[in-house]
């Protein structure tokens, strides 16, 4: 069983009509709907909750956490930020979506900008799978086409992906690296672009399901316990 935390900061639900329309119960509740497999015990915080719904106890028993925010990044506070950030190291999966770029977790963890282009034109959108043999893309076809999205387009300011497994086409001429994976210490990240909260994206059964395979792939299933630190040498030295 992996227990999976979706994390939304919750606040475009709650005061843009259209985007209430799109996710009456919020796009974490949207999540939780369509990812659920008796593999996965989901729960879900938002930022107006007591320490935004993160407490040590929660991370504790985290091996995936899913990250929507966009409007309040800097309302997320930077001790929050970190305890996340340390759990990432520790080996808990994250997965982190579209404006999540700009967060600041998924910025300390990247090391850079993360700056992108963008535009919001309802533009139609195609994710390339260029990783056929990435279990991320499990159950996908060459492609995922979403009729209307917001445009982000490269330069994407990342660190080079450990993988690349999808490459998003978009109507206007742009292109991005829409779906990359990433190592940080113990813990693996998966950055997938759909999603902008005016669109039914996380309706799309397609995407549902890579984000579904990303909990799977991110999730640790243990791996090896590496030693740091002063070390004593384990075949005598003197000749
Ligand atoms: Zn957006």
């Keep these: 069983m992996i227990s999976v935390t979706i994390w939304n900061e919750f606040q475009h639900e709650k005061i843009h009509q259209k985007v209430a329309t799109i996710y009456p119960t919020g796009i974490h509740q949207a999540l939780a709907e369509g ?3 008796p593999d996965f015990s989901i729960r879900t915080a938002t930022l107006d909750e007591p320490e935004h719904g993160l407490t040590e106890e929660v991370l504790r028993d985290t091996d995936v956490l899913i990250w929507w925010g966009h409007m309040a990044h800097k309302k997320v506070d930077d001790a929050i930020v970190d305890r996340v950030h340390a759990r990432v190291l520790q080996g808990m999966g994250l997965i982190v979506l579209h404006s999540g770029h700009n967060s600041k977790i998924f910025k300390k963890l990247m090391g850079t900008t993360c700056a992108l282009k963008w535009r919001e034109a309802n533009e139609k ?38 993988e690349t497994v999808f490459v998003s086409w978009f109507q ?17 990240i998966f950055y997938f672009r759909p999603g902008h909260e005016t669109h039914p994206t996380y309706h799309n ?19 090896s316990k590496p030693v740091y630190g002063k070390s004593e040498p384990l075949e005598p030295l003197n000749k």
């Design 125 to 162: 959108e195609r994710l390339w799978v260029v990783d056929p043999t990435h279990p991320i893309a499990e159950g996908i076809g060459a492609f995922i086409e979403l009729p209307e999205e917001e445009m982000y387009g490269e330069h994407f300011d990342i660190p080079t992906p450990d």
């Design 205 to 223: 059964k397609d995407v549902l399901r890579v984000i579904a395979n990303g909990v799977k792939w991110v999730a640790q299933p243990g791996g």
């Design 35 to 37: 990812i659920r497999c």
């Design 172 to 188: 206007g001429g742009e292109i991005f690296r829409s779906g990359c994976t990433f190592r940080r210490g113990k813990g693996k």
